[in-house]
C-alpha cells in the first residue's frame, strides 16, 4: 500500500497523546494533560496533491504534557516536501521566543524493518518546558497524488485523545466538486459550499474532551470520529485505473522460477496446489517493501521485477500469487482490504480505505482469502486480520467490486485428552495430548519459528503444568503449511496438581474461569472499548482423575447465551472422576453494549459458578 501519509502533524500529536498511560473510564477533563487549538487549510489540486497550511498550539496543564510535545516529528516522502513558517514557545509572562535553527532538523528518516523507504522526517524541539509552557507552529505540508490515480480522498481522523481541545477548526477547498462522509461526528459542525468546492468542520462546543483511560490492551474504540473527503463516491471511479493496470501485469508470462513452481503442482488437487503455490512464495521471497527511486502508490512491480528482486510488499505478492493461481488453473482476484484487528466501515471507497492486499481465491467451490506476506499458511482458513471487513476485489475486466470477508466459523482450535495420577505430596503423573488448529496452531509454528523448538518446547510443557518436571512432548515438526488437525503427545510431573487446604488438598481449574473474570472486570471497573478476543473458536477439555479419593459428586452445568456456550459433565467412574469442559466462543468482538447488558452478567455468573464446581477436595494417596 502507499507508504506516504495523507493525514496532518495533527494526527501524530494526538497519537502521541493517546499513548500516554491509561482508570477505566473517561477521564476528567482537570487531568487533561495539555490543551490545544488547531487551525488547518487545505486545498486539493488537480493533479490530486495535497497542500495544507496548519497552526497548532498546545499548552501544557500537566507534567505528562511535556513529554508529549517536546519533540515534534513529521516524516514524508521525498516526493512531498514540508516548510516550517512559524515555530515558537512562549513561556508563562514571558514574548514568544522563535525556535533556533539548530533546533528544527531534517534529515532522512530511518528504514522500517520490513522495507527500505526514501522517507524523510523533519523534526521540531522544544527546551525548557514546563506546566504553563506553550508551543506554537506552523507548516505547510504538500503531499503529491498517488501514482496513477485519477481522484484524491482524503481521511481526517479525530481519535480521542488526552488533549483539551480548546478551538479547532479545518477548511478543504477544491476546484472541483467534492463529496464528503462522516462517523461519529457529533461534536462536530460541518458545512458545505453550495457548489461543493468548500468544506469547513468546526468544534461545535470548546473546550473539548474525551479520553479513554485504562482500558484493556484488548480493547479498541472502533467508531472515532473521522471525516473522509474526496472527488467521487464510486468504488470503480478511485480504483479503475489501478485495475487495469493490475491486469497488465498479469497478462504478462510467468517468470521461469514462477512457471516452473506452477508446472510442479500438476496432478496435484486444487488444495495442495494452492499450499504448494504459497510454500513457493513464503521460502523464495521476503515480504519487504521498497519505495526507493518512485512512489508507486498502489502499483505492483512487475511479475519479472519482483522474481528478480526477490522480495516485494503486500501488493507484489499479491499480484505474483495471483498470476500463479491462474496459471495453475485456479479462479485468482487481487482484493484490497484493512488488514488489523478494526476494520473502519467503508466511507468513501478511495485510495484512503484499504492498507492491505491479499489474494481471492476460488477453491472447489469455496472463497479462500489468501495473504502471501504471512509466514504461516493453514489451509481453508481465514487468518483472523483480515475476517469481518469488507474487501475490494479486482476482476480480470478491470471491474472493481465489493465483498465482504466472513467471520470465520467457530473451529475446535485447541482439544486436550488428559489423565492425572495423582501422587504424594500434591504432586500427579500427567498424560495428555491436545489437538491444535486454526490460530493455535498458526502460533505454535511462529513459536518454532521464531523462538526454536526448544524454547517453544518449555512453553508448552508450562502450558501442561506451571510447574513441572519430567517433561516429554512427542510432535511433529511444524513448517510454514500447518496441517488440519496439529497433535501434541506429552508426559511430565505436576509439581503443583494440588492446592493445600488446611490438613488436605483441593484441586480447582481456575483458568477456565480466565475470560469470564475478563469481563467480570471490564464490568466491575467501567470501562468502554469493545473488546477483541480473536477468531471464534471451540475449547475443550477431557480429563480423568485417579490415584487419589475424592468426594466430588456428579455435576452438570451449561451457560447458553449470543456470545460464549459452555457444556461440562462430570461423574465419578469406578475409583477414577471424569469430567469433559467445553467452551464455544461464537463472536470476535465483544460490543460494550454486549458486555454490560443484564444477559451477558447472568453468563458471567453462570460461567463463574460451572468452574467454580470443578473445585473438590482431593486425598492423595498415604506416603
Not at 6 to 33: C, D, F, K
Not at 329 to 350: M, N, T, W
Amino acid at each position: 500500500m502507499p507508504a506516504s501519509s495523507r493525514t496532518t502533524i495533527l494526527a501524530a500529536a494526538l497519537a502521541a497523546a493517546a499513548s500516554l498511560p491509561a482508570g477505566a473510564a473517561l477521564q476528567p477533563m482537570s487531568e487533561a494533560p495539555l490543551a490545544g487549538e488547531a487551525e488547518l487549510q487545505c486545498r486539493f489540486g488537480e493533479d490530486n496533491s495535497t497542500e495544507c497550511v496548519s497552526t497548532y498550539r498546545y499548552t501544557i496543564l500537566t507534567p505528562a504534557g511535556r513529554d508529549v510535545v517536546s519533540r515534534i516529528d513529521r516524516s514524508y516522502p521525498e516526493t512531498d516536501s514540508l516548510e516550517v513558517l512559524r515555530a515558537e514557545l512562549i513561556q508563562p509572562g514571558e514574548p514568544p521566543a522563535p525556535l533556533a535553527d539548530e533546533q528544527i532538523d531534517t534529515r532522512m528518516a530511518p528504514n522500517p524493518d520490513q522495507g527500505f523507504l526514501r522517507f524523510k522526517q523533519t523534526s521540531l524541539a522544544f527546551r525548557n518546558l514546563r506546566v504553563g509552557s506553550t508551543i506554537v507552529f506552523t507548516l505547510r505540508e504538500r503531499s503529491a497524488g498517488i501514482a496513477q490515480a485519477t481522484q484524491f480522498h482524503y481521511r481526517l481522523n479525530l481519535t480521542p485523545a488526552q488533549v483539551r481541545q480548546d478551538r479547532f477548526r479545518a477548511e478543504f477547498s477544491a476546484g472541483r466538486p467534492m463529496v464528503w462522509r462522516a462517523e461519529a461526528m457529533d461534536d462536530y459542525r460541518i458545512e458545505a459550499s453550495p457548489d461543493a468546492r468548500r468544506i469547513t468542520v468546526a468544534l461545535k462546543t470548546t473546550p473539548y474532551y474525551h479520553a479513554y483511560v485504562n482500558e484493556s490492551d484488548n480493547g479498541y474504540l472502533r467508531r472515532p470520529p473521522r471525516l473522509e473527503i474526496g472527488s467521487a463516491a464510486g468504488l470503480q471511479d478511485y480504483f479503475g485505473p489501478f485495475a487495469a493496470r493490475y491486469n497488465e501485469i498479469l497478462s504478462a508470462p510467468l517468470p521461469p522460477a514462477a512457471a516452473q513452481a506452477v508446472q510442479a503442482q500438476r496432478g496435484k488437487t486444487p488444495q495442495q496446489a494452492v499450499a504448494g503455490l504459497m510454500r513457493h512464495i513464503h521460502e523464495r521471497y521476503r515480504y519487504l517493501a521498497d519505495w526507493r527511486g518512485s512512489e508507486r502508490g498502489f502499483i505492483p512491480f512487475t511479475l519479472d521485477e519482483i522474481e528478480r528482486r526477490g522480495y516485494g510488499d503486500c501488493k507484489d505478492l499479491t499480484v505474483l500469487l495471483t498470476a500463479m493461481l491462474r496459471a495453475a488453473g485456479i479462479a485468482a482476484e487481487p482484493a484490497l482490504v484493512v488488514r488489523g484487528a478494526v476494520a473502519p466501515s467503508v466511507l468513501l471507497p478511495g485510495m484512503a480505505a484499504p492498507n492491505h492486499s491479499v489474494v481471492r481465491a476460488r477453491v472447489q467451490g469455496k472463497t479462500w482469502w489468501l495473504d502471501p506476506t504471512n509466514p504461516v499458511f493453514v489451509p481453508d482458513f481465514i487468518m483472523p486480520d483480515i475476517q469481518q471487513r469488507w474487501a475490494f476485489v479486482m476482476d480480470a475486466q478491470g471491474r472493481m467490486r465489493r465483498e465482504d470477508i466472513p467471520l470465520e466459523r467457530p473451529m475446535p482450535s485447541f482439544a486436550a485428552t488428559r489423565r492425572e495420577r495423582f501422587l504424594q505430596d500434591g504432586q500427579a503423573e500427567v498424560r495428555a495430548s491436545v489437538d491444535l488448529a486454526g490460530m493455535a496452531a498458526v502460533q505454535l509454528s511462529l513459536g518454532d519459528r521464531q523462538a526454536g523448538t526448544t524454547a517453544m518446547d518449555q512453553v508448552l510443557c508450562r502450558s501442561f503444568a506451571p510447574e513441572n518436571r519430567d517433561c516429554s512432548l512427542r510432535r511433529p515438526a511444524s513448517g510454514f503449511v500447518m496441517p488440519p488437525v496439529y497433535r501434541i503427545d506429552a508426559t511430565l510431573v505436576d509439581l503443583q496438581a494440588l492446592e493445600r487446604a488446611g490438613a488436605g488438598y483441593v484441586r480447582t481449574q481456575s483458568a477456565l474461569a480466565e475470560d469470564w473474570e475478563f469481563f467480570a472486570r471490564y464490568r466491575r471497573t467501567g470501562q468502554l472499548a469493545d473488546i477483541y478476543l480473536g477468531a471464534p473458536e471451540v475449547l475443550s477439555h477431557d480429563v480423568t482423575l485417579t490415584g487419589a479419593t475424592s468426594d466430588a459428586p456428579a455435576l452438570r452445568c451449561r451457560v447458553r447465551s449470543p456470545w460464549i456456550d459452555v457444556d461440562l459433565e462430570g461423574a465419578p467412574a469406578g475409583s477414577d472422576y471424569r469430567y469433559r469442559y467445553r467452551s464455544l466462543r461464537k463472536v470476535g468482538w465483544f460490543s460494550h453494549a454486549d458486555i454490560t447488558s443484564e444477559a451477558f452478567g447472568q453468563a458471567i455468573e453462570q460461567g463463574r459458578q460451572c468452574v467454580a464446581s470443578l473445585r473438590m477436595t482431593v486425598a492423595p494417596p498415604d506416603r
